[in-house]
């Protein structure tokens, strides 16, 4: 079985090398700019042209058009903070929550939750979000902070270019190109309540026209106090170790390859059902992750109007820990072309492969049928971009897929952007979007250990404790939106800008669970067909099948004001609401979930000043509304106030020191939960971290 | 430990590069170092040199016949900066005696080292985009950031070497100071606009 697909693999890849190769040998047209030109510029105009030389089309009017935010590399290092989920706290529409020292919990315009699955994350082209275990797992989505060139936060579905999943949005972090990482940086970092961190990046240029960045990076987080002052056991140790080479021969090509071996320990204060006392347990435990992943992406620009893209990775993941024990090996192939037709046509279009042999094993927890399994996702796009008019261009965009777990998905989008003026842009989208079923939702069965309850409780009418058991569903079908939105964005000024983005989602066929068969245990005792078994049970049981029985909408939006005062001095506000309206056809438990895990208002103001040329001073202040609870879950988390300040000085050139104090408002908030309940949320500390550093 | 899906990669990889390598290097000039040659043909007008460094009506580039530049800077031969012509050199000292009012060198000449640490005479304008050109002395640094060409100004290695540079080109460019002793130029440098 295993040489089979590998066969077709091959053939496929051998397909695809020929097309490009073809591709490669048919042009002729020359992309040059012409100096002439470039010398008509103006100094300012010639510092915003972009030499990269395969890079996507140049901006326009319409790939402005969507409630995208950028995070710069700039805003990462005011920011202060040295991991991926902390920083997103600063964009609109995305709502973070720290469960422990090693966990966290993000999602895009709603549903939050520590297996979030409804956004896509990319992480230089490759795709971080699991098919085999539900969505983004935040832990391992690490890099050196300082070599991130930049983070899109792409809110709404991204589902006709991206794919099935990208349904709240997707979020596409990139590192700098080798090129750009010269010389050997040193960063030692440590702190209160947070991190010892050690890292280093060597880069040097091999040749003419290649460059090589090596780096490393060891943490050591240490555990977190819980709410009684004793240790959380939430420990982690995570050491990374990566390359990557950009070659770049001429204006036309350019070859990345990279690499990386990531090795983690995230310890957990892990809670489960001991069937013995029928008691909740806690205890720590000890959990290992290993990755590996090599990747190469090719660009060709055959000439002005004409660019290839062809990206190959192969992906491995080993996994032990309390609720997952898992191997993973993933391939994934994408080829991808822009080709502009006249002077109104723009069209990109694609096709890929991604094949994953995964190996679930069985724990106490979780047991899944089978325990292997193959996915397998085929996939192409195409993309219109029409320029109607000089003001008015549209967007017509259709992705069509073929997965192991649900049938064909098509997924289109439309989308219409209008200048007025140079300084209004309005847009308005209208676009479907698919989640696709998991091995979770289909396969596996898992004891939730927040669903024991205790006789006479809310939720059990029952004289006997009562056990839930999620089960997958084999005839589970994707979750569906169909999301309208509405934005415009005003730039008052060259350093003034403001942006709104308003959203109705509505979704249909969302998970929700309903009871199936009651049973008496030990025994397994059909409780329809015995209610007597009452009598001699311990406990009972209920299995909780995945169904499709959730639907309705959310209504929300986000405004971004973005000012930049003088050269030293800049700020930014944003404000972003979300209102839920979810029903559930069906008797079970967590169906109405996602109402209670957003809060309704997220607040952003962050001020950022340069000093002179060595200090700069840093302010961020955010509000993060309550989040209401729910009976099986717990109550939920108090409206919080965070403050943080950074302090940084370039002491000479080579040489740059920083302190950050984050949390400082007050000395510890719980604000983000596992929807298992498998893990303790624990109190978020005020921390104060130095970080020292040296680049040669 | 990794399965041989592990090898089925490595054919890959050797596919993608096989692909690279039958592409002919190309000999023209490279978009960045046209934007490059076009941003220092346009901050020119933003210098001055001292009376007794123009010797005649030309402003002289030296940049070395090897140096990839040297085919971007001939588009700017012969075009007109303050009512001089530029005259494109093809020896940089310290090899050549020839009067050089700018001198440029690129990451990919080896001479960068020695134009900052040679005595250079008054009024010789240094350019370069090799790494740290400016904190190590020199006095204008093209960089590349966020693939745009930015520059770094060292005002004190240009005062030193009696040049004027006027005010709004600094405000474009980040500064670089490598000689805090001598507060009193970057004042003097930052009234002359």
Redesign the interface.
């Given at each position: 079985m295993r040489f089979l697909w590998?066969d077709r693999?091959?053939r496929f890849?051998q397909t695809i090398?020929c097309v490009?190769?073809c591709l490669?040998g048919s042009l002729a047209a020359?992309s040059?700019?012409k100096?002439?030109d470039?010398?008509d510029?103006?100094?300012?105009e010639?510092?915003?042209?972009?030499?990269?030389?395969v890079?996507e089309k140049a901006q326009n009017a319409l790939s402005r058009a969507s409630a995208s935010y950028t995070i710069?590399?700039e805003d990462i290092e005011h920011s202060g903070r040295r991991t991926i989920p902390e920083i997103l706290r600063m964009a609109p529409g995305v709502h973070v929550g720290r469960v422990d020292n090693n966990k966290w919990t993000v999602s895009l315009r709603g549903f939050n939750g520590r297996f979030s699955n409804n956004y896509l994350v990319l992480l230089d082209g490759r795709t971080m979000y699991s098919r085999s275990i539900p969505g983004i797992n935040w832990q391992q989505i690490d890099t050196i902070i300082e070599d991130i060139?930049?983070i899109d936060v792409i809110r709404g579905p991204g589902a006709s270019l991206w794919g099935s999943n990208a349904v709240n949005g997707v979020i596409n972090i990139m590192t700098r190109s080798a090129?750009?990482t010269?010389?050997l940086q040193l960063a030692l970092s440590s702190g209160s309540a947070t991190n010892n961190e050690t890292q280093f990046r060597y880069g040097m240029?091999l040749g003419?026209s290649t460059h090589l960045r090596l780096y490393g990076k060891h943490t050591e987080h240490d555990a977190f106090e819980d709410i009684n002052g004793q240790s959380a056991h939430d420990e982690n140790r995570r050491t990374l170790l990566g390359f990557r080479s950009d070659?770049q021969?001429?204006?036309?090509?350019s070859?990345t390859?990279s690499g990386e071996y990531t090795q983690s320990h995230p310890d957990d204060l892990f809670a489960s059902v001991n069937f013995e006392t029928l008691e909740l347990q806690v205890a720590p435990t000890k959990n290992k992750i290993d990755t590996?992943h090599?990747r190469?992406h090719?660009t060709?620009r055959l000439n002005d109007k004409n660019q290839v893209g062809?990206q190959?990775y192969?992906d491995?993941e080993e996994r032990d820990t309390t609720l997952l024990v898992l191997e993973r090996?993933t391939?994934d192939?994408d080829l991808k072309q822009h080709l502009s037709l006249g002077k109104t046509h723009s069209w990109v279009w694609g096709f890929g492969y991604r094949f994953s042999?995964d190996d679930l094993s069985n724990t106490n927890l979780l047991t899944a049928v089978p325990n292997d399994l193959n996915v397998k996702v085929a996939q192409a796009f195409v993309q219109d971009q029409i320029q109607v008019t000089p003001n008015l261009s549209a967007l017509l965009g259709v992705k069509v897929e073929d997965n192991s777990f649900s049938d064909i998905e098509i997924q289109p989008s439309l989308k219409f952007s209008l200048t007025l003026g140079k300084a209004h842009l309005t847009w308005l989208s209208v676009a479907k979007a698919v989640r696709t079923p998991t091995r979770v939702g289909t396969q596996v069965r898992i004891d939730i250990p927040s669903l024991l309850l205790e006789p006479g409780s809310e939720l059990n009418v029952f004289p006997l404790p009562l056990l839930a058991e999620l089960a997958g569903n084999s005839t589970l079908e994707s979750e569906e939106l169909i999301a309208y939105e509405l934005g415009h964005q005003w730039q008052l000024s060259e350093n003034f800008n403001i942006d709104l983005a308003i959203f109705y989602n509505d979704y249909s066929k969302l998970n929700g669970t309903e009871f199936s068969d009651l049973l008496c245990q030990p025994g397994n005792v059909l409780f329809a067909n015995d209610p007597a078994c009452l009598g001699s049970a311990r406990y009972l049981e209920t299995p909780l099948l995945f169904n499709n029985s959730v639907s309705g909408h959310t209504l929300g939006g986000e405004l971004v004001i973005d000012k930049q005062m003088t050269?030293r001095l800049s700020s930014e506000f944003n404000i972003s609401y979300i209102k839920y309206e979810l029903a559930s056809t069906s008797i079970g438990f967590l169906n109405e979930l996602a109402d209670v895990r957003n809060p309704e208002l997220l607040t952003n103001l962050k001020i950022n000043y340069r000093v002179d040329?060595r200090w700069s001073l840093d302010f961020w202040l955010r509000h993060v509304g309550k989040v209401e609870g729910f009976a099986a879950l717990g109550p939920g988390f108090d409206s919080y106030t965070a403050l943080d300040l950074r302090a940084a000085m370039q002491v000479n050139?080579f040489l740059q020191l920083e302190i950050v104090g984050a949390n400082l408002t007050d000395s510890g908030h719980l604000e983000g939960a596992s929807e298992l309940g498998e893990v303790e949320s624990q109190p978020i500390p005020r921390s104060l971290r130095a970080t020292i550093k040296l680049l040669f | 430990m990794f399965r041989p899906l592990h090898a089925t990669v490595i054919n890959l990889t050797i596919a993608v590069l096989l692909i690279l390598f039958n592409t002919p290097a190309s000999a023209e000039v490279k978009n960045e170092q046209k934007v490059k040659a076009a941003i220092v043909y346009k901050l020119l007008r933003y210098i001055s040199w001292p009376e007794e460094a123009v010797v005649s009506n030309t402003i002289n580039l030296c940049v070395d016949q090897n140096d990839p530049f040297y085919s971007a800077f001939s588009n700017i031969n012969g075009r007109l900066v303050h009512k001089r012509k530029i005259v494109l050199m093809h020896q940089p000292p310290p090899k050549s005696t020839i009067e050089c009012q700018i001198v440029f060198t690129s990451e990919d000449s080896r001479l960068d080292a020695l134009i900052i640490n040679a005595e250079m005479k008054k009024g010789v304008l240094t350019i370069s985009d090799t790494m740290q050109f400016a904190e190590r002395g020199g006095m204008i640094n093209l960089v590349v950031k966020n693939n745009r060409v930015r520059f770094k100004i060292n005002p004190h290695a240009a005062y030193r070497s009696e040049l004027r540079i006027n005010s709004s080109l600094l405000s474009l460019a980040d500064l670089v100071e490598t000689d805090r002793s001598d507060d009193n130029s970057a004042a003097s440098l930052h009234a002359d606009s």
């Open positions: 590998r693999l091959a890849v090398v490009s190769c490669t020359s040059s700019m100096f002439d470039l010398a510029l103006s100094l300012e010639l510092m915003s042209i972009d030499i990269s030389t890079t710069s590399r060139e930049k090129r750009e010269h010389g240029k003419n070659r021969p001429d204006d036309k090509s070859l390859i590996f090599l190469t090719w060709k062809l190959i192969y491995r090996d391939i192939i042999q050269a040329e050139p | -």
